[in-house]
């Protein structure tokens, strides 16, 4: 199974400032179609985890471009620009390259 | 809109098979898959298995002993069932539209695995 190793992140931080959280992958997910199978999530408290970027950066519908994913074939990055209370949560990265598809174990976010 | 919602009993005995039913709304079950995805509390998800669109399914080798996923399309469903449960099947399950990435996610139902 692709082993998805997500890092953490020095909470609480402060409103308006940006951070990157980091995600590595135990295999490429570089396919031969030229696209990068990595989907990032946020799992706000309470509610069910929502899309915000799939192959690797490509920002899903309504999300905010405050959002932007980048990386290589095992190394991940979301960032998020000049955080905001909403943006509180769990951020989740996801390999959809292989079965199992797999999750990281999440990153929180705290802000102060 | 596309929605998803599971439906199911919260409460399950040791040993004892889980039924879920998943009704989707906004698109059809011929053109996009659907995959079921568990998630214990404060732990990260675990993808379970995928309906594909034409009918096919893919399983988390994990659970594939245990596990069955299948549909009817004429009423806009994809059903799990899971046998011989044990504690550590507790947990919320969800199922999501699959287009190679988790776009559309139902509310979740909670499944406590409790003698």
């Known amino acids: 199974d692709i082993v998805m190793t997500q890092g953490a992140l020095p909470n609480p931080v402060p409103s308006g400032e940006s951070v990157s959280i980091t995600c590595r992958s135990s295999?490429?997910?570089?396919?031969?179609?030229?696209?990068?199978?990595l989907n990032w999530y946020l799992q706000r408290p309470g509610q069910s985890p929502q899309l915000l970027i799939y192959?690797?950066?490509t920002r899903a519908s309504g999300v905010s471009d405050r959002f932007s994913g980048s990386g290589s074939g095992t190394d991940f990055t979301l960032k998020i620009s000049g955080v905001e209370a909403e943006d509180v949560g769990v951020y989740y990265c996801?390999?959809?390259?292989?079965?199992?598809?797999?999750f990281g174990s999440g990153t929180k976010l705290e802000i102060k | 809109q596309v929605q998803l919602k599971e439906s199911g009993p919260g409460l399950v005995q040791p040993s004892e098979t889980l039924s879920l039913t998943c009704t989707v709304s906004?698109?059809?079950?011929?053109?996009?898959?659907v995959s079921w995805v568990r998630q214990p509390s404060g732990k990260g998800p675990e993808w379970m298995g995928r309906?594909?669109?034409?009918?096919?399914?893919a399983y988390n080798s994990a659970l594939k002993s245990r596990l069955s996923i299948s549909r009817d399309t004429s009423k806009n469903q994809v059903f799990l069932k899971m046998n011989s449960l044990q504690t550590d099947d507790t947990g919320t399950y969800y199922c999501?539209?699959?287009?190679?990435?988790?776009?559309?996610w139902g509310q979740g139902v909670m499944v406590t695995v409790s003698s």
């Open positions: 192959w690797m950066s």
């Open positions: 906004g698109f059809s079950l011929t053109s996009y898959s």
């Open positions: 999501t539209r699959d287009a190679y990435y988790f776009d559309y």
């Open positions: 309906m594909w669109y034409d009918g096919d399914t």
């Open positions: 996801q390999q959809g390259l292989e079965f199992p598809l797999t």
């Open positions: 295999k490429s997910l570089l396919y031969s179609d030229g696209k990068t199978y």
